[in-house]
């Protein structure tokens, strides 16, 4: 069975969806904006931009969205050492890229081969595998636990920056710097390896981080669903998470509102109400403006 991951926008999700329409799966995974399945093979679209096609006919069926994605994630066999998972890792996750509402959140964390198998026992895993309040429960003990970083961008910054930065040189400063922050923690301390949950692939990130002013000189990895390949990948991959979650409720208690994460239709008639409130301004402080959702809830407001 072979895997495929493209990173797509809200919008050409939103195509895919559309495409996809008879072979939807009923099953809700957490952090998924759909899962279908045509001829035997699995699409799952997760909130976070990325599309996985899994199965016989993944390499295919990927192909037939490849050029219209923003960037392409083939998952190959990697360099990645045979005895990772028990190596000491500096490992980094993002959360929040596919979400209207909410900040983005990057978190570097490092865990020792030491404490891996306490982790392990505490049910630190795949984020996606969690619900929300195992999350923030077990956000709470790992950064007792472990060394981390964890790096917020606010919807009003994001939208500050976001005309000269994209979505993936975004991602790429956040994780250099968080990765560069957490290695001056830990000195004279260095990690074995350094690895990033890939969103770009790794010549992206090479030609974004050549723009930072400080730039990670150590070798780093990149792969694809890098929960599954070391517990430092899913340590920070629930930390970004729960700040994600507390940052958005926290917005959520300021604008009186409820804010879903995500950005389907709930997302345009919050947006719509806030609008109405204050304006693009006002929308501004809570939400990615730059995604096709404030369109259509200025749409709303004309019917």
Not at 35 to 48: C, D, E, M, R, V
Not at 75 to 94: I, T, Y
Request: proline share 4%.
């Amino acid at each position: 069975m072979s895997n495929v991951i493209i990173h797509a926008t809200t919008t050409q999700i939103e195509k895919m969806k559309r495409s996809y329409q008879n072979f939807l799966l009923p099953k809700k995974v957490p952090y998924t904006i759909f899962t279908a399945k045509k001829n035997g093979t699995t699409i799952t679209a997760y909130t976070s931009g990325k599309v996985m096609f899994q199965g016989t006919n993944a390499k295919k069926e990927a192909s037939l969205w490849e050029e219209t994605s923003s960037t392409s994630i083939k998952q190959f066999p990697s360099a990645l050492p045979n005895n990772l998972k028990s190596l000491s890792v500096l490992g980094s996750d993002e959360v929040g890229n596919g979400s209207y509402f909410g900040p983005l959140t990057v978190c570097a964390a490092y865990v020792d081969k030491t404490i891996i198998k306490q982790l392990k026992q505490l049910g630190v895993r795949d984020s996606k595998e969690l619900n929300d309040p195992q999350i923030i429960q077990l956000a709470k003990q790992l950064k007792t636990l472990i060394p981390y970083q964890l790096l917020v961008l606010t919807p009003k910054k994001y939208n500050e920056i976001q005309p000269k930065y994209n979505a993936v040189r975004m991602k790429v400063a956040l994780h250099n710097q968080a990765i560069q922050l957490l290695l001056k923690k830990i000195a004279p301390v260095k990690p074995e390896v350094i690895l990033i949950d890939q969103f770009t692939p790794e010549a992206n990130f090479k030609k974004y981080v050549q723009f930072e002013k400080h730039q990670v000189q150590e070798k780093i990895y990149f792969v694809t669903k890098g929960e599954q390949h070391h517990m430092a990948v899913a340590a920070a991959s629930i930390i970004s998470r729960a700040s994600f979650l507390e940052e958005l409720e926290k917005s959520a208690s300021e604008i009186g509102l409820s804010l879903p994460s995500g950005a389907g239709k709930k997302s345009d008639q919050i947006a719509a109400v806030i609008l109405r409130k204050g304006g693009l301004t006002l929308l501004a402080n809570y939400a990615k403006l730059h995604f096709s959702n404030t369109k259509k809830a200025q749409q709303l407001l004309h019917r």
